[in-house]
Each structure stands twice: as structure tokens, then as C-alpha cells.
């Protein structure tokens, strides 16, 4: 309707139509008013929200570009590991559990411990039963010798802030945490939902390797796993079989989220102090400062490998030998396969071949009874260059997992004698989990000796970065 300046109508010829043009307007301009408020307040948002990630990065590069683990200015007092200040905006109900709101841990002695399981890298783990319920869980007593300077260890408070946002059938669930009020410091435990094997254990005892249909409804279930990770932003950084559960029922679960971290992106500077060394990419053991989910997905090629050969593919003895034995695994780099490669830190203490000869497939002849299209994911996933790395989205997609044999159901797993029901399990021979702080360099005195003259990557402190290979 036309209105003139004064705002009353030209038309109106009655008192109701001019009061209710009046509204009209009113109400327009309140609309307006709504209007420039919400895009004030999208504003304000998101301000905020480039505040907290720059804060973070920040963070990140004080606390994990750091591999002395120097005490460093801006680090933060709080005890919050490799997070910021500002993470509080999205995340402020640290330790608050799935079941809802804020309150006090119970005590441990709530838990009847029925047996030890396995004393890991940071922490003790036993089987119990809860009193009240019955319900048998695992509690994982968490070691205080890493702690930071704050006295509660990083790699606990990492460990419950991942573990108390996952929620997905192939991730271990932390149930609750309790605390040992009569020690000082008070003790704290993860209660976790407890499943009967770990992966490791499997792989060590069986006299028969896992027939084809059952390697691929692991992998299924790992690769599940690993996609749910990757799709909320969280590393896991330390995949292993000995981190990789696996219940009476044919049920894989990842655990052990102490290395594990969220990451933005673009994605902080990170330490490359991570995963045990045996399923560390090559990224990470050249010193890769900037790094991604691709390195989980090297451990995961890693673990098929070990899946199939019930040992793990690169055993190395430290960073120059597990490079070594990687390189003798799945061949050596060129500028066309990796080109990126020549420029991380530690890749000019290598000398490699000036030719190489066409690149020879190095996977098929070492798992002969595997299929083609399962030897093409496993070489995809051992790609030295983690950019040819496929996601665990897209090893999802993969045909290894459309192809016959179909992935055996899970009910039909066969069962194992559970040692975690039992007495306390051996020591394994694998390297532990990376500390911090404790970075080996890659210097010029960790080759002396260790490569076997006439292999094609001796040491050359000479080597020109950038020379054409
Ligand atoms: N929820 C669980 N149920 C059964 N066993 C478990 C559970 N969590 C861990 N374990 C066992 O304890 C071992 C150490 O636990 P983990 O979480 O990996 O600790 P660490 O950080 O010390 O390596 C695992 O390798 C596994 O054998
Ligand atoms: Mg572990």
C-alpha cells in the first residue's frame, strides 16, 4: 500500500486502516532491525571463531614445534596439552561425559579389579568389575610420570578429550573416569568398555593366518574407524595392532588416544614425534613439520600388511633403519612419484641412486595369495608420497572391499582364548609409543654403521638438496 511522508495513507479513509499501516511498518522495521542484529551477531561469531584458530595455531606451534620440549614463554598454564585458550569457545565442557553435565569423579573403589591386562607406554591396564552393575570393564590407571607442568600428563587429558566426543561402533568407548582420592596426586582412571583381545595378541598366537574374508571385515572395520576420525578432524597418530581391540564377537575397536589430537584446518604445526616407529610414514621420519591424515592412513597399510603376514612389515631398529627397511619395502622415491619429497628436513642426509630403473612392483610378490585389487589398496596405502594415499573414505570405496570374497560376518569370527581374562600379558617385541621429548635426531652420527654398505641410501652429507635423482 502507498503511504505518503507524513506515513498516514492517502487512501485511508478510516482510523483502523492508518493504524494498521502503522504496524505494517512497525513491524518492517523490526524485521530490519532482526535482520541487522543476526548479521552483526554472524559477524561477531566469526571473528571469534579466526581468533581462537589463529590462538591455536599459535598454541601448536609453541607447544609441538618444539621437539626439545624447552619450556616456552607462551605456553599456557592451563592443562590443556596442545590446545588453546580459545578451544574453550567451541569446547568448554572439557571432561564432561556423554551421560551429561558436570560431576564429581566416582572413586575406583566402585570397581572390583578382577586382573592386570598389559602395563602400556603410559599407563597400567586392568580388568574389573563395577560393583553395583556387575558390568565388566577395563580401567586404565594413568601414569603420572609424563605429566606436564601442571602435574596431570598430556597424553590423559588428549586421551579424554577425544575419547569422551567419539561415539562410533569401531572406536573403544570411555564409560566414565574414577579417581583414587587416597594417593597423592589422586590417581585417575579410564574406565573403558572392555573387549576381550587385542589385535597384537591375536596375531602372535594364531597357528593359522586369518583367511581372506576375515582379513577384509578387519580392515572393514578399521578403515570404518579411522574414517570416523578423520571426518570429526582427529589424528589417532599412534595406529597399531596392539592399539586395536577386538572383542569375542568379531568386533574391532580402535583405542589408546594418547598421541591422538584434533586439527583445523589448515592444520597446525605439529611435532613429528609420532607413531611408533614401526608404523611411522616416511613424511614423519624425513622430520615433516606439517602433516596430515595421511599419516594414519601409512600405519593402516602398515596393518593390513601385518594382518596377512601376522608380522609387521618394517621392523626397524631406529629412524635410519626403519626408513631403510621401508624403502627396501616399496621402492624409492623420484622427483615425478614424490616430488615434495627433497625438500623435508631430513631428506638430504640421504643419497639415493642418480637413475633409478623402471619402478618394480615390490607388494605383489610379498603377498602372493592376496588379489589384485587387494595388492593395488595395500600399495595405494604404502605410497611414500602421502598425497597418493587414498583417505580411509575413499579405501572405503575401494573394489578390494566390492570383490568376492565378501567380508565374513562378524558373529561368524571365530573366537580366541582371551589372555586379557586371565593373567597378565608378556611384554611384546615392538617399539614403545614415541615420549615427548625424547626426539632422535636424524643427525649425521645415527648413520654411521647402521646401513649395510652397497645398499642404494648411505649416508652423503654432501648430497645437494634438489639434485636430480
Ligand atoms: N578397553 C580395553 N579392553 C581390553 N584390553 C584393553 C583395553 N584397553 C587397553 N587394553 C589392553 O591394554 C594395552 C595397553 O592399553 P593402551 O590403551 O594401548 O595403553 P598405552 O597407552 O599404555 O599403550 C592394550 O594394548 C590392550 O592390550
Ligand atoms: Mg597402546
Known amino acids: 500500500m502507498a503511504t505518503n ?6 487512501w485511508a479513509d478510516a482510523e483502523e486502516d492508518a493504524a494498521h499501516e502503522a504496524r505494517l511498518k512497525q513491524q518492517k522495521e523490526e524485521k530490519k532491525r532482526q535482520k541487522a542484529e543476526k548479521a552483526r551477531r554472524l559477524e561477531e561469531e566469526r571473528k571469534a571463531a579466526e581468533l581462537a584458530r589463529q590462538q591455536q595455531q599459535a598454541q601448536a606451534e609453541a607447544e609441538e614445534g618444539n621437539d626439545d620440549d624447552r619450556p616456552n614463554k607462551r605456553r599456557r598454564v592451563t592443562p590443556e596439552g596442545g590446545e588453546s585458550a580459545a578451544d574453550g569457545l567451541a ?35 586392568s580388568r574389573a568389575r563395577e560393583a553395583g552393575s556387575g558390568r565388566i570393564v577395563a580401567l586404565k590407571k594413568l601414569k603420572l610420570d609424563h605429566a606436564d607442568r601442571n602435574g596431570f600428563p598430556v597424553t590423559a587429558l588428549r586421551e579424554i578429550k577425544v575419547l569422551r566426543n567419539c561415539d562410533h561402533r569401531n572406536v573403544v568407548e570411555l564409560l566414565e573416569i574414577v579417581s583414587d582420592q587416597a594417593c597423592k596426586p589422586p590417581t585417575v582412571y579410564l574406565v573403558l568398555e572392555f ?11 594364531m597357528t593359522d593366518a586369518f583367511l581372506p574374508s576375515e582379513v577384509k571385515q578387519l580392515m572393514l572395520q578399521l578403515t570404518s574407524g579411522v574414517s570416523y576420525l578423520h571426518e570429526n578432524y582427529i589424528l589417532h597418530r599412534d595406529l597399531k595392532t596392539s592399539n586395536l581391540l577386538l572383542s569375542n564377537k568379531g568386533q574391532l575397536k580402535i583405542a589408546d588416544f594418547g598421541m591422538a589430537r584434533y586439527v583445523g584446518d589448515p592444520s597446525p ?30 600405519s593402516v ?57 623402471p619402478a618394480e612392483d615390490r607388494i605383489r610378490p610379498r603377498f602372493p595369495d592376496l588379489t589384485g585389487a587387494g595388492c593395488a589398496l595395500l600399495r595405494d596405502l604404502l605410497s611414500l608420497n602421502p598425497d597418493s594415499r587414498p583417505s580411509a573414505r575413499e579405501a572405503l570405496a575401494h573394489p578390494y572391499f566390492a570383490e568376492k570374497p565378501r567380508p565374513k560376518a562378524e558373529g561368524l569370527f571365530p573366537t580366541f582364548p582371551s589372555k586379557a581374562n586371565q593373567e597378565k600379558r608378556p611384554r611384546r617385541e615392538e617399539p614403545n609409543a614415541p615420549v615427548r621429548g625424547e626426539a632422535v635426531g636424524f643427525g649425521e652420527g645415527d648413520f654411521a654403521g647402521l646401513i649395510p654398505a652397497g645398499t642404494y641410501y648411505t649416508m652423503n652429507p654432501t648430497i645437494q638438496v634438489g639434485e636430480a635423482l
Open 5 to 10: 511522508r507524513g506515513g498516514t495513507s492517502r
Open 269 to 298: 604445526k605439529l611435532t613429528s614425534l609420532v607413531v611408533t616407529l614401526w608404523y611411522r610414514a616416511p613424511e614423519l621420519l624425513l622430520g615433516a613439520k606439517e602433516y596430515g591424515s595421511a599419516i594414519d592412513m601409512w
Open 301 to 357: 597399510g602398515c596393518i593390513f600388511a601385518e594382518i596377512l603376514d601376522r608380522t609387521a612389515i618394517f621392523k626397524g631398529k631406529n629412524e635410519v633403519d626403519q626408513i631403510s627397511k621401508v624403502l627396501e619395502g616399496v621402492g624409492l622415491p623420484t622427483d615425478d612419484s614424490w616430488p615434495a619429497f627433497r625438500r623435508l628436513p631430513n631428506a638430504a642426509a640421504l643419497k639415493l641412486p642418480r637413475r633409478t630403473g
Open 195 to 205: 573387549l576381550e583381545h587385542d589385535l597384537r595378541g591375536i596375531l602372535e598366537d
Open 91 to 125: 569446547e568448554r565442557q572439557l571432561l564432561k561425559l556423554r551421560s551429561g553435565g558436570w560431576r564429581p569423579c566416582r572413586p575406583v573403589g566402585d570397581y572390583e579389579k578382577l586382573n592386570d591386562i598389559e602395563e602400556g607406554t603410559y599407563g597400567f591396564v
